[in-house]
C-alpha cells in the first residue's frame, strides 16, 4: 500500500486523513501539538473555554451539514445570526459599517454617505477593479467609509500599508451594497443580514474543539506529540524531532507555507528564494475569564481605531456555554508582524482599551487570562504572493508533497473551506 504522510492534524489534515480512509488508504497523521485541532483548539481553564480566537462555523455548502451530521457532531452545535458592531467614534454601530451608519456621530455619517454617493456618480465598481486594496476601497466605497473604516481597520489587523495589499482576498470578504441601502442603512432601515458571516454554528456546550475531535475519533490512528523536524524530496522521508525516520510515497502538508520551506532540506534554489518573499501577520490572542454578566450583547466588535491596540474583541460567551455560570469571556486580537515579539505593556493597554470601550468595568473581575499566539495568522496579499505562492506549490507538487490548507496554501480561508481542503486532497491521492 502508498505510503501516506500528512503533516499536521489542524482541519485539513484530519479531513484529508477521513476522506482517504474513506477511499481505503491508511495514512499517518503527525501532529506536533499535544492535541489535534490545530488553530482550531479549544484551550480549558478553570471552567472557561477558549477557542484560539473567535471560530464560528460558516458553512455555506449543504453537504458541509453532512459531513457534520456523518461526523455525529451536527447536532450538537446550535445555529446563530451574527450580532456583530463597530466600536468607532464614541459609540457602537452594527456590522457591516456600509449599510448601517445610523449609529455613528452625524459628521461621519454624512461624509460617509456623500463619499459612497460620489464614487457611485464616477462609476465605481463597473470598471477594472483597481490593483491596491486602498484605491479599491476608495474606488468601490468612497472618501468616508474608506477613511473612518476600511483602511485603518486593515492597516492594523495586516500591520500594513492597505496600498501595499492586493485585493484578491475581498471577493466574499467585504460586501458592497447598493446605493438606496447605503441611504436606507443611514436611517436605520436596512434588515437584510448579508456577507458571507451573517449566520453561524456554535456549539451548544464548550468550545469549537468538537468539530476536530470528532474527525479525530473516525480515524484509526493520529500521532500527537511528534514534530516533523525536516522533510528530504529527495530521499522522501520526513525525520521527526525524536530523530525518527519516516519514509513515505506521498506527502501532504498542512503547516505553513514559510515553515515548510524552512524545514525542506534539499528545496529548489528558486522556491526557497520565493519563501522569503512571503509575509504575514501573527496575532496575539488575549482570552478572559471575566466574573459577572457580558457587558454588551454583539457576539464581537471590529475596533478600527488606532487608539486601541486590538482590531476585534468577541465575547464567545454570547454565542456559547464557555464559562463558569455568572462569568463571561473576552477574546482580544492583535497583529503583529509573524516572527516578531509581544509588544512591551501589551497586556495592560489591552485592559486599558476594554475599559474605555466599556468592555470591561473592573480590572478585578478578571479571573483568568490566557495568552495564546497564532503564528502566522493571517497571510499577507501582497503583489508578489500569487507568483511566490505558485513556485512553492509547483516544486513540492513536483516532489510528491501536496501543500493544503489556510497557511500551507497561504491564503485566506475557513474551517469549512479545510474540510473541503482536505477533502480535496484525498481526492487528488486516489486518482
Ligand atoms: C484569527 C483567526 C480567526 C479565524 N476565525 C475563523 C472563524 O471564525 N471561522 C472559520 O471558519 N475560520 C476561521 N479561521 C480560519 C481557520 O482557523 C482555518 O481555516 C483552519 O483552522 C485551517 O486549518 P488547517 O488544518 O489548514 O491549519 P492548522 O489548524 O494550522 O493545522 C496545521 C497543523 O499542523 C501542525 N504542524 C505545524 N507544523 C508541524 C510540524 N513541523 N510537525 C507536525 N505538525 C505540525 C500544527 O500544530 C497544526 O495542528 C480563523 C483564523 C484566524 C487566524
Known amino acids: 500500500m502508498r505510503r501516506i504522510v500528512i503533516v499536521g492534524a489542524g482541519l485539513t489534515g484530519l479531513s484529508a486523513a477521513y476522506h482517504l480512509c474513506a477511499r481505503g488508504a491508511e495514512p499517518m497523521v503527525l501532529e506536533r501539538s499535544g492535541t489535534v485541532g490545530g488553530a482550531c483548539r479549544t484551550l ?107 483602511l485603518p481597520y486593515n492597516r492594523k489587523l495586516f500591520c500594513t500599508d492597505p496600498a501595499e495589499l492586493t485585493t484578491e482576498w475581498v471577493g466574499r470578504y467585504v460586501p458592497r451594497p447598493e446605493v438606496a441601502d447605503v441611504i436606507a442603512g443611514a436611517f436605520g432601515l436596512y434588515r437584510t443580514p448579508v456577507g458571507y458571516n451573517a449566520a453561524f454554528l456554535y456549539p451548544k456546550v464548550g468550545g469549537i474543539q468538537i468539530v476536530a475531535d470528532a474527525l479525530a475519533r473516525s480515524l484509526p490512528a493520529v500521532r500527537l506529540g511528534c514534530q516533523v523536524r525536516s522533510v528530504r524530496l529527495g530521499a522522501r522521508e520526513v525525520e521527526l524531532e525524536s530523530g525518527e525516520t519516516l519514509g513515505w510515497d506521498a506527502l501532504v502538508a498542512t503547516a505553513p507555507l514559510s515553515h515548510l520551506a524552512a524545514m525542506t532540506a534539499d528545496l529548489p534554489a528558486a522556491a526557497r528564494a520565493a519563501a522569503a518573499r512571503l509575509r504575514a501577520v501573527a496575532v496575539v490572542n ?146
Open 44 to 150: 480549558t481553564r478553570e471552567g472557561f473555554h477558549f477557542d484560539l480566537t473567535g471560530h464560528l462555523l460558516h458553512l455555506a455548502r449543504e453537504e458541509s451539514h453532512e459531513l457534520l451530521r456523518a461526523l455525529g457532531v451536527r447536532g450538537a452545535l446550535r445555529p446563530h445570526r451574527r450580532r456583530a458592531g463597530i466600536a468607532l467614534a464614541g459609540t457602537v454601530t452594527p456590522y457591516p459599517i456600509q449599510i448601517n451608519t445610523y449609529r455613528l456621530p452625524r459628521e461621519i455619517r454624512r461624509e460617509c454617505v456623500l463619499g459612497f454617493v460620489e464614487a457611485h456618480a464616477r462609476a465605481s465598481g463597473r470598471g477594472e477593479a483597481p490593483a491596491s486594496f486602498a484605491a479599491w476601497a476608495l474606488d468601490r466605497f468612497g472618501e468616508g467609509f474608506a477613511r473612518h473604516f476600511f
Open 286 to 431: 488575549l482570552n478572559l475569564g471575566v466574573r459577572g454578566p457580558a457587558p454588551r450583547r454583539e457576539h464581537w466588535l471590529y475596533v478600527p481605531e488606532e487608539r486601541f491596540p486590538f482590531y476585534r474583541v468577541g465575547i464567545p460567551s454570547n454565542h456559547g456555554r464557555v464559562a463558569p455560570p455568572g462569568c463571561h469571556t473576552l477574546s482580544v486580537e492583535v497583529s503583529v508582524p509573524a516572527g516578531a515579539p509581544v509588544p512591551a505593556g501589551l497586556r495592560e493597554r489591552c485592559l486599558a482599551g476594554l475599559a474605555e470601550l466599556g468592555l470591561l468595568r473592573d480590572a478585578g473581575d478578571v479571573a483568568v487570562v490566557e495568552e495564546v499566539r497564532l503564528d502566522p495568522a493571517y497571510a499577507i496579499f501582497d503583489a508578489v504572493r500569487p507568483a511566490a505562492v505558485a513556485a512553492l506549490r509547483d516544486a513540492f507538487r513536483a516532489a510528491g508533497v501536496t501543500v493544503a490548507g489556510r497557511w500551507a496554501e497561504w491564503k485566506y480561508s475557513t474551517m469549512e473551506d479545510a474540510l473541503w481542503d482536505g477533502a480535496a486532497v484525498a481526492r487528488r491521492l486516489a486518482r
